[in-house]
T-cell receptor, first 114, second 114 residues
Framework: DGGITQSPKYLFRKEGQNVTLSCEQN?????MYWYRQDPGQGLRLIYY???????QKGDIAEGYSVSREKKESFPLTVTSAQKNPTAFYLC?????????????FGSGTRLTVV | KNQVEQSPQSLIILEGKNCTLQ??????????LRWYKQDTGRGPVSLTI?????NTKSNGRYTATLDADTKQSSLHITASQLSDSASYIC?????????????FGTGTRLQVTL
């Protein structure tokens, strides 16, 4: 079955560490997105990529980095520059006609700073 | 200030009862409006997508309405089930040329009890 796979489901980070969240999709979607979800707030866009080898900053890109070397993969690195990284991270993908088909979300990764 | 406001923030209903969730938005230019269901610790799952020309759309026991003039949408759940317990998120899409941006509401947390 096609879908988006995020791993790991839970991740713990020590202060000063960089961590990478994985996102893989087999839907053949062109666009991929990373969102952050905090309690009491709507999802906020971190980065997005509309095509391989290209990506754009979202609303809250500071302290994060991404790469898009393959169409299927869009990993997110949370760097030590991100001062408040504890959150639920969601990856999504969409096809070119996403306005009608909508987005497909992964199951999320919960990142906790310890 | 979030441009997509949802109410109520939380709701508890008895199994078998109906309920209606509200979404008011101020984002423009409007492209489409989506309702998602998000189970705790999971990614959102699409329920409905409506363009400005549609004023109602159903998906099983879920019926969404849209009034583009007043910028209001509602999600009506009929004959609620325990499995309907989740957060329901209203999302408005704004189109910028070939790109689009989603603005997420903070969600309504619904609990269905016996």
């Amino acid at each position: 079955d096609g879908g988006i796979t995020q791993s790991p489901k839970y991740l713990f980070r020590k202060e000063g560490q960089n961590v990478t969240l994985s996102c893989e999709q087999n839907l053949n979607h062109d666009a991929m997105y990373w969102y952050r979800q905090d309690p009491g707030q709507g999802l906020r866009l971190i980065y997005y990529s509309q095509i391989v080898n290209d990506f754009q900053k979202g609303d809250i890109a500071e302290g994060y980095s991404v790469s898009r070397e393959k169409k299927e993969s869009f990993p997110l690195t949370v760097t030590s520059a991100q001062k408040n990284p504890t959150a639920f991270y969601l990856c999504a993908s969409s096809s070119e006609d996403r306005e009608l088909r909508g987005y497909t979300f992964g199951s999320g990764t919960r990142l906790t700073v310890v | 200030k979030n441009q997509v406001e949802q109410s109520p923030q939380s709701l508890i209903i008895l199994e078998g009862k109906n309920c209606t969730l509200q979404c008011n938005y101020t984002v423009s230019p409007f492209s489409n409006l989506r309702w998602y269901k998000q189970d705790t610790g999971r990614g959102p799952v699409s329920l409905t997508i409506m363009t400005f020309s549609e004023n109602t759309k159903s998906n099983g026991r879920y019926t969404a309405t849209l009034d583009a003039d007043t910028k209001q949408s509602s999600l009506h759940i009929t004959a609620s089930q325990l499995s309907d317990s989740a957060s329901y998120i209203c999302v408005v899409s704004v189109r910028f040329g070939t790109a689009s941006k989603l603005t997420f509401g903070t969600g309504t947390r619904l609990q269905v009890t016996l």
